[in-house]
């Protein structure tokens, strides 16, 4: 009782607190990572200009990310998302989008769309982002195109003079800050390719892991979710693929309804997540129960061009506004637990998922269970960033979800999967970041990386994580962090 309270009242005071300056604390998603910050708004460029002279600073989008890449101690937080950098402008010519550092991608969805019947060309399952901090930590969809950052042509950042620089497609070291979680900062403006809207076919099938290739065939995008508690051998998967239109007749034929239990099986999918949600050790029983069902279901659903979410939930209109479903149970995960994320190496995919559930698995009796669904969301295009996942191979993202509590079991798999795959790379909004990443991001280019920083950054005011700092090799933990609070470095 007293910590709902507690909660309560830190919720109500961090409300308080948005656009204004001062003291307060800064969340990531799901509390795990906070730190007291002076928060400042930058009502335009010249304050954000004068304000990044003033001493150390960071700059945090809207705090979504999981990992805690945007909590930095003891320095002035630029709050970006509460600013009055809106810039927003499309050119018709071009097809390119303008947009400013305070814009969230729901408003620049809504823009493209109400106004230019235009589109991006991918994008995470959430909105409320700021449209520079999702492109900065690497944010993905699935299918072409996956990595938001893949579509920028141009961005404009502040030095540390506070001077404007521009960089476009081509320039040299437009690939390396063009995804550089934080390492160039603040960027200000950005600008983005956008695409036309159009209808897909998407087919939601419930099968087998081993029918994967066959119910994707046909299909441009896929993003399928693995039960984990269920047969390792052979796990129930919810696959959702999205195909043209015009390939309609060579998306093969997916999944009847099957099982004698049909009612019993819808009853208790329906009631699955309530107990998934408040009873943790159930979540294996009721795999088993799901797996022994045997359940084969499939949905075939043009989608709405005008449809914002239509790569998370085909049916026309925003999920947040229906009642929930099955499919919707399955895939909303993410507002209820911690998510960790990587990439590995396409192919590899389904031998990893298998990996984790085995793992997983063996750390039952220690209290530990995964949220309801692995989800892998594949990313089969290159993309031309630098630190993009995809910008050497085919990748595919895999998130893990457990109760906040559990998160640092999440870690732990993320070094196991490490430990055997060389090539997995970060979530930089997702992973836990550190030393470990260096090699699959390549230390030349790390390196380069931290050149490009000190260059515009000479004055050393820009601080980053922790982590990254560790996972770049450079600087000393920052007064505030208690390494240094406790002398030991
Ligand atoms: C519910 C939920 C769903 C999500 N779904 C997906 C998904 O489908 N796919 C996916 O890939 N990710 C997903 N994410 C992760 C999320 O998209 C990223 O973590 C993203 O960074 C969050 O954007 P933000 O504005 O909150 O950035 P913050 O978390 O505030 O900041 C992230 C990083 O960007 C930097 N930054 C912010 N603004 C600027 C700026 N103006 N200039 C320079 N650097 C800046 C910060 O310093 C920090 O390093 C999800 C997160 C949540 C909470």
New binding site residues.
Partial sequence: MIGIIRRYRQQRADARAIGKDGKRWVR???NIFRTECEACIPQNETLLGELIGEGHY??????????G??V?PSVNA?M??EGG?TALSYDPATELVRVG?SV??RELKLFLRDKHCRGLHN????M??????????????YGPRG??ADSIVELT?LDGAGQRVTLKRGDPDFAYVAL?????????ELVLETKPLQPYISISSMSRLSKLDELKQGSIAANWAVMPYTDPEDPVIMLHALAECHEADSVVAHPKPKGGGGRIAAWVLRRYYAFDRFLPSFRRPMQRLIDWLDLKQSERVITDPDDLDYL?DPKPGLKENRAPSITRGLFST??TGY?L?FFVPLEKAPAVVRFIMHEADALRDLGFFLKGIISV?ELPGLAGPIFAANSTRPMA?I?LFADPRDYAWLERLQRSVMQYEPDTRP????SALGPDFCNALCRTHLDELMRIHRRHYPQGNLM??ER?RAMCDVGRPLPGVAAVDAGLV
Avoid at 123 to 126: A, D, E, I, T, V
Avoid at 183 to 188: E, K, N, R, S
């Fill in positions: 990531s998603w799901i960071c700059c945090i989008g809207q705090s979504h990310s999981y990992n890449v945007q930095i630029m970006m998302r950098l550092a969230s991608v994008s995470g399952n959430y409320e982002q700021s449209v520079i901090g999702a492109l900065a930590t690497g944010t993905h969809g990595v938001m950042f550089s979680f934080g390492t160039i900062a603040p960027i200000v998370y993410t507002y998510n994320a969301r993202a998130d979530h930089f909004g997702k980053f994580s990254v």
